[in-house]
């Protein structure tokens, strides 16, 4: 069994079908799973792997 040390989150909206998710939360979560992972994506390579 290998050792996970990547940290871990849980977001949960309510109200997700509303006008302030679709314009706000959504984009912003995208976008930081986006930056995320070209971090990760980039110290990878770093480290010398894929």
Do not use: C, V
């Amino acid at each position: 069994m290998t050792e996970n040390n990547k940290p871990t989150a849980l977001i949960m909206i309510f109200g997700a079908t509303g006008d302030l998710a679709k314009r706000k939360l959504f984009p912003s979560i995208y976008r930081l799973f986006q930056k995320r992972k070209s971090i990760s994506s980039r110290s990878s390579e770093w480290q010398g792997g894929h």
